[in-house]
């Protein structure tokens, strides 16, 4: 499943899965129902206060259905009404929030997203892509993830007690600092995200040298075995 990293406030990286296609049309027919229930409401009201000039209605009703798509993005920041109940949200690829800019192009490739066949250019373009992307999303720079709950991480999960009788299997791993462990933790983040050992092998043969560390271990195993000890070492 595509993902989409997302870095927090806390400087912490979230893995967000890219919303489906069927998640997305469910959405937009939420969306346009909205819309419609906005429009006959509207029009009940106009035709009962006799309204006949034509810009009203079009004030009431037209502009209102052009531009209630984008304005709900806008201001709840990134969802719709029918991306909220699906648990959906746009962001930018590189996780950060998505612009007025991002949600305004976004708006302006809907036309033709959705107004060409149906929405089946939108349809083709997000299975096809990879990303989750529709033309609008390819042109901002965005994407619609998947807000899926994640699980509350404890510390115990992340630092290994200095009381836990834990003994170290590489004592070298004090000599380490914080910024090694985070490329570390990065190297084989990029393993497992993107299926690219390189920088994780590159990590473990500096860290070797450096450390003087011999070992059979296998790589991913190593460099997890390296952190917890460091982790155990520097809490103490």
């Given at each position: 499943m595509q993902t989409i990293q997302?870095?927090?406030?806390?400087?912490v990286f979230i893995h967000y899965p890219v919303a489906s296609v069927g998640?997305?049309?469910m959405a937009h027919l939420l969306d346009q129902l909205i819309k419609i229930i906005y429009a006959v409401a509207a029009g009940i009201f106009l035709y009962k206060m006799d309204v006949e000039n034509e810009w009203v209605w079009i004030l009431m009703i037209g502009l209102p259905w052009l531009l209630l798509s984008v304005l709900f993005e806008i201001f709840m920041n990134g969802q719709t009404p029918g991306k909220r109940v699906l648990n959906m949200k746009v962001i930018r690829l590189n996780g950060t929030p998505a612009t007025i800019g991002d949600y305004i192009l976004r708006w302006i490739f809907a036309l033709i997203d959705f107004?060409?066949?149906s929405g089946a250019i939108a349809v083709i373009l997000?299975?096809?892509?990879g990303k989750g992307q529709r033309l609008g999303d390819l042109v901002a720079g965005t994407s619609v993830i998947k807000l899926t709950?994640?699980?509350e991480i404890t510390t115990n999960e992340i630092f290994v007690p200095a009381e836990v009788a834990y003994e170290p299997t590489f004592s070298q791993a004090i000599q380490l600092s914080e910024n090694d462990i985070e490329i570390i933790q990065r190297a084989l983040e990029v393993n497992r995200d993107q299926s690219n050992?390189?920088?994780m092998l590159a990590v473990v043969e500096k860290i070797k040298a450096q450390l003087g560390i011999q070992t059979d271990l296998p790589p991913i195993k190593f460099l997890y075995v390296l952190i917890k000890d460091f982790n155990h070492l520097t809490s103490r």
């Open positions: 997302v870095r927090t406030t806390q400087n998640d997305r049309i107004g060409i066949l997000i299975t096809a892509g709950e994640q699980k050992p390189k920088p």
